[in-house]
């Protein structure tokens, strides 16, 4: 029992007309966790081109989750807003990430920022260790966001919003040790007629 025939790792084996003893995986073999048969999810590319479609439906918690995300990766680099002034280049370093909101980044599909984040662009490395491919597609949609927010005119705002929205009126501000308590909103003309 204390010495037992076997063969080291990767060692010579005269069983095997190769003469190695590692044997290659049976073809098709797929490792468990690794089965991704759905391409454009893992891949964000129809074919050879980045899709413009978020595989799964954007709520609510996807576009927080990936706001989550997007300040722990991207904003160190890309900044909060998107525009490239994150808190690591105004430390000097060499090069600044290029601005969500230009031209050229408004006009992509949301698999090229997907693309990106999986395989890295320029000196920016892949985040394909760091961030799963679910939260890769919830930064995207939230990049998508940040664009439409920091671009929204007039006409995109609902009617009957004001803008900017009206502060908050407290009646008393709190104390620290409890809350504030606002005052309620006179009605208008529109709310009283429903």
């Known amino acids: 029992m204390h010495v037992q025939p076997r ?5 010579r084996s005269d069983f095997y007309p190769d003469q190695r003893s590692a044997r290659p995986p049976v073809e098709g073999t797929v ?4 089965l991704h048969e759905d391409t454009y999810f893992y891949t964000g590319k129809i074919g050879n081109n ?7 439906p954007v709520t ?5 989750r990936g706001r989550e995300r997007y300040n722990v990766y991207c904003s160190p680099c890309h900044s909060m807003l998107g525009d490239g002034n994150g808190i690591v280049p105004s430390r000097g370093f060499s090069r600044k990430p290029p601005s969500y909101h230009s031209d050229r980044l408004m ?3 949301l698999g090229y920022f997907f693309d990106v984040m999986t395989n890295g662009y ?27 927010s920091q671009n929204a005119t007039m006409n995109d705002v609902p009617q009957g919003q004001s803008i900017p929205s009206q502060p908050p009126i ?13 005052m309620p909103r006179p009605q208008t003309g529109k709310e009283e007629s429903k």
């Open 50 to 56: 980045p899709g413009d479609v978020m595989p799964f």
């Open 170 to 182: 407290f009646e008393e501000p709190g104390t620290g040790a409890t809350l504030p308590h606002e």
């Open 60 to 64: 609510k918690e996807v576009m927080d």
């Open 122 to 148: 320029g000196i920016m490395q892949d985040y394909s260790a760091q961030v799963s491919p679910r939260d890769r597609w919830c930064i995207a949609a939230y990049i998508r966001a940040l664009q439409l």
């Open 7 to 11: 063969q080291n790792p990767l060692s």
């Open 107 to 109: 006009k992509v599909p």
């Open 31 to 34: 490792a468990r966790g690794q």
